[in-house]
């Protein structure tokens, strides 16, 4: 058995000592929980969905898409018309170029052919090629075997002579083909064949 030796009123002081450290060190801990507590909060969210982003398209179509101008056993002064049609079938406007490159012969028939373009015209046949339209080409040479630019460039951008058809439409191209009256006899038996490529390229976003 432990006697204090310390007089009863110190012995009352140092009690109420202890009591005071332990409440102290009880609030602490109190505290402590509190603030661990108030780190919730009400929230919420919401997601904005949808939203769908779909690219256009860029497609050009020639009917009809083979032999558009053609003949066999041509006759000096003899000429072929018929009607080409480019269609936009895309969502995008375009404009568009026309090539022709032609196979070699000796002497060169391409260079010898007379071809002429034109848009507009009411109807495309010999007989009536002339009295309506736009010429767009010619009369020149059918092509090369190198390439030669009926109308516009295929360059990227805006050039010179460039087509251009919103999306969802058509335009027809009437070709004529002769061979001039003064054709000479070199050119019997002679063949060339022509390859009409078109080049179609954006128009927005493209000066």
């Known amino acids: 058995m432990t006697v204090s030796t310390l007089p009863a009123r110190a012995q ?31 929230t919420d969210q919401q997601d ?12 050009l179509s020639a009917t009809p898409a083979t032999a558009v101008v ?29 090539l022709s490159t032609v196979t070699a012969s000796t002497p060169d028939l391409a260079a010898q052919l007379d071809l002429t373009v034109k848009v507009g015209v009411t109807t495309c046949t010999t007989a009536g090629f002339a009295a309506t339209g736009t010429v767009l080409y010619g009369p020149n040479d059918l092509g090369s075997t190198t390439g030669t630019k009926i109308f516009g460039d295929a360059a990227t951008g805006a ?14 191209l009437c070709l004529q083909v002769s ?23 954006q128009t927005v976003n493209n000066p």
Request: zero cysteines; charged letters at 15%.
């Open 12 to 42: 009352v002081r140092a009690d109420r000592s202890r009591l005071v450290l332990g409440l102290v060190t009880l609030g602490v801990s109190v505290v402590g929980i509190t603030s661990v507590a108030t780190g919730a909060f009400f």
């Open 48 to 59: 904005v969905t949808g939203n769908v982003f779909t690219t256009g398209s860029v497609d």
């Open 70 to 98: 053609t003949a066999s056993a041509m006759a000096p002064g003899d000429t072929v018309t018929a009607p080409l049609t480019v269609t936009n079938a895309g969502t995008l406007a375009y404009r568009y170029s026309l």
């Open 159 to 172: 050039q010179t002579g460039d087509r251009t058809l919103n999306a969802s439409s058509s335009e027809v």
């Open 179 to 201: 061979l001039p009256s003064a054709t000479g006899n070199t050119y019997q038996t002679k063949t060339t064949t022509a390859t009409l490529r078109f080049d179609a390229e």
